[in-house]
Structure formats: C-alpha cells, structure tokens
C-alpha cells in the first residue's frame, strides 16, 4: 500500500514539472495557431546558417535545451533543482523561442545591408 502511494505521489509532482518543462513547445504552439506568419518567417531561407533557415536553428536548440531541461525535472524531486532547471534552461528556451522571428528578421536585414556595403 505504501509502495502505491508513493508512486502515485511521486507521478502528481512529475507531471507538473514535465508540463511546466514543455513551456517552449506550448509557447510554439500557442505562437503557430495565433500568429501564422511568425512560423512562416523562421523557415525562410535567406538567413540560413550551414544550408537551414537560421529559424528552424534557434527553434530546435531550444527545443533540445527544453528536453535536456524535462529530463531534469522529471528525475529530481528537491525544490532547489526545480527552480534552478526552470531558470536555467526552460526559462531560455522560451525566450528563444519568443524572439527567434526577431533574430531571424533583424540577420535579414543585417544580412541585405551587407551586401549593399559589398557590393
């Protein structure tokens, strides 16, 4: 009986923090169905870094910073790891994933006035 309620309390505090682990990916898609030209704006090609849109680039590390971060919170329990795993890698993930249109837009823009100064 013991063994059952600890298991059943240890999944009620993991999937809080896996949830709360998953902000980029709610972020994205929260961003895709609200704004669909942000989407588009990070597969153009233009600023592109070693042949992929410089877009998709910042979105997939911060997806994979996010599921170094979910692993993270899914296996500690301490209250000091959570925070530390919220501000240190969740935390940053979202917000690359909030401004990589703007990234994206701004290489662009730095990227046509290049040009002009080379040419």
Do not use: C, E, Y
Request: proline share 7%; no cysteine.
């Amino acid at each position: 009986m013991q063994a059952r309620a600890r298991t059943s309390l240890s999944i009620r505090g993991v999937v809080p923090r896996v949830a709360l682990g998953l902000a980029p990916v709610w972020l994205i898609l929260f961003l895709h169905i609200t704004v669909p030209p942000w989407f588009d704006l990070l597969v153009s090609n233009p600023p592109a870094l070693v042949g992929m849109p410089l877009g998709l680039l910042l979105v997939a590390a911060a997806l994979v910073v996010m599921a170094i971060g979910v692993i993270v919170l899914a296996r500690t329990s301490s209250a000091r790891s959570l925070v530390v795993t919220l501000l240190g890698l969740t935390v940053p993930a979202a917000v690359v994933v909030a401004i990589a249109a703007v990234i994206v837009g701004i290489a662009s823009i730095l990227g046509d006035k290049a040009s002009l100064w080379l040419s």
